[in-house]
């Protein structure tokens, strides 16, 4: 075979692909606007309403309850954790506070304290540890299981906060038996430590307003871990938490919505929690959240399609489940970018009509994204339009680094890395923590990639080829805001 005919193949090949993932793109956008509307009109209502009508003999449940809060290591938060869940407000004799303790340091020790002191006050709550930590999280929820009383379980992890009212507010939505489990409003105290943790809750804040369409629409929805509460029977029912991915919870979330569990969101309804500050502790999560995810959307999407299902709550749950994989896939057109500069005569192809709009479905979802982003993390307006300008585009390019890391999290995926497991560290443990070898690959791999779009720019000078420019530009400014956080991070300071 000719050289030439080599490198058309090669340039099809590259084009197909692109083609491929600013498709998806382009379904992803169309329906996240849709589920924006949504939100929208439902915020209005909200708005609207002095008071929601309760469920009928709502007033009158409160079944006995108890609250799991798995810790592993967590010396900075634990105490204040444990504190929080022992203000919560519940009739008496009907509350049972489990803290599930897999620490090896001086965690134990406090949590037992604290503990102590509360049991001391007549507070049901008791610390139990496991022989063996099994299965990271999810054995420590299911040893918890087994020494709960509760027909519903809450749920906690050791950065959060709850309101004193939180069971009050959210068990009477159990009064309908069909509700399998319920998730809560998540707001950050440590949100304007830096850009980057403003990105995070901006990032948050943009999922958890697009549930709330989900939720009304009656879609499929992927949900946290923490600040939930679950029917007890559901989870037995549905066999616990399965240890055999990362992400215990949403795996868990899928389950029961495949089972026909019906679930619920309450927005108004916020506990407090805290965001990495630092860059390492930035990447090791979003890695891991990637990995699992893309594993729990392989490993459901056959049963999804098994569902029966409108054809648009089916797109939203292809949507909804495959959303890290095409933000994996987003880091697939970087790679893209230097071989079509160099393949390809883009004023003799169709690309650039490809990469327009591409750019075009880029600056729609930026600015839905943006929107959302502000309404679900309750964020106020930038003072000027350039500083909102400005702010909107870092957040964009922002996305690129953590395509990264989820690209490398679907690939180890593939290789069969499920289970591995780093904590996130919190609070002042965070600056102290040993850093796992899988940021070191991470940080290589940002190094290489800024370095990649720099050679990218360079070439398409050279070739004429400018229509991919601005994607490699934010490459460029997405990675070298993360490199520079990681620079001062080894000077001892965070991210700014």
């Not at 090949?13 to 491929?20: D, E, K, M, R, S």
């Not at 004799?93 to 599930?100: R, T």
């Not at 004193?164 to 009064?175: A, G």
């Not at 005569?345 to 880029?362: I, K, N, T």
């Amino acid at each position: 075979m000719q050289l030439s005919t080599v490198m058309a193949c090669l340039s099809v090949g590259a084009q197909a692909v692109f083609l491929l993932v600013v498709v998806y793109f382009a379904l992803y956008v169309l329906l996240e606007l849709r589920v924006l509307f949504i939100s929208r009109r439902v915020e209005r209502r909200r708005l609207s309403e002095l008071s929601p009508a309760p469920a009928a003999g709502a007033e009158n449940f409160s079944p006995p309850v108890t609250v799991l809060l798995p810790i592993c290591n967590e010396a900075a938060v634990v105490q204040r954790l444990i504190d929080a869940a022992c203000r919560l407000r519940y009739p008496a004799g009907a509350l049972q506070i489990l803290v599930l303790d897999d620490s090896s340091d001086a965690t134990s020790e406090l949590a037992q304290a604290t503990v102590d002191a509360h049991a001391a006050r007549g507070i049901d709550v008791r610390l139990l540890r496991r022989p063996q930590r099994v299965d990271y999280k999810a054995g420590n929820l299911r040893h918890g299981m087994r020494q709960a009383n509760g027909e519903f379980v809450a749920i906690f992890d050791a950065d959060f906060v709850p309101p004193e009212d939180f069971l009050l507010q959210t068990i009477p939505c159990f009064s309908d038996p069909a509700l399998g489990f319920l998730q809560t409003g998540i707001a950050y105290e440590n949100r304007d430590a830096s850009f980057l943790t403003r990105f995070q809750a901006m990032e948050m804040g943009h999922q958890q307003y697009v549930t709330i369409g989900l939720s009304e629409d009656g879609g499929m929805a992927s949900l946290s871990g923490s600040s939930c509460v679950w029917r007890r029977a559901c989870v037995e029912g549905l066999g616990g938490w399965n240890a055999s991915t990362v992400t215990e919870d949403v795996d868990l979330g899928y389950r029961a919505q495949f089972g026909d569990w019906k679930y619920a969101y309450l927005p108004q309804v916020i506990s407090l929690s805290v965001l990495p500050e630092t860059v390492s502790a930035f990447r090791v999560q979003r890695e891991r959240w990637g990995r699992g995810l893309i594993h729990g959307a392989c490993k459901h999407v056959g049963q999804m399609f098994r569902q029966r299902m409108p054809l648009i709550q089916r797109l939203h749950a292809i949507s909804t489940m495959f959303s890290s994989l095409l933000l994996a896939a987003i880091y697939l057109l970087v790679l893209l970018s230097l071989p079509l500069n160099y393949l390809l005569d883009f004023g003799r192809s169709g690309m650039p009509w490809v990469a327009g709009g591409f750019f075009v479905l880029v600056a729609i979802w930026a600015l839905d994204n943006a929107f959302g982003a502000h309404r679900g993390a309750r964020l106020a307006q930038a003072p000027s339009v350039v500083r909102t300008l400005w702010d909107t585009y870092r957040y964009v390019a922002m996305f690129l680094p953590m395509a990264w890391y989820y690209f490398a999290g679907g690939l180890r995926a593939l290789g069969g890395v499920h289970g591995e497991f780093h904590r996130t560290p919190k609070g002042a443990d965070e600056r102290q923590a040993s850093t796992p070898r899988i940021n070191r690959l991470l940080f290589a791999g940002e190094v290489f990639t800024f370095i990649y779009s720099v050679l990218a720019i360079v070439l398409a000078w050279r070739q004429g080829n400018y229509f991919l420019v601005p994607l490699n530009l934010t490459v460029c400014v997405g990675f070298g805001m993360v490199l520079h956080w990681s620079w001062r991070e080894r000077r001892g300071h965070a991210g700014a």
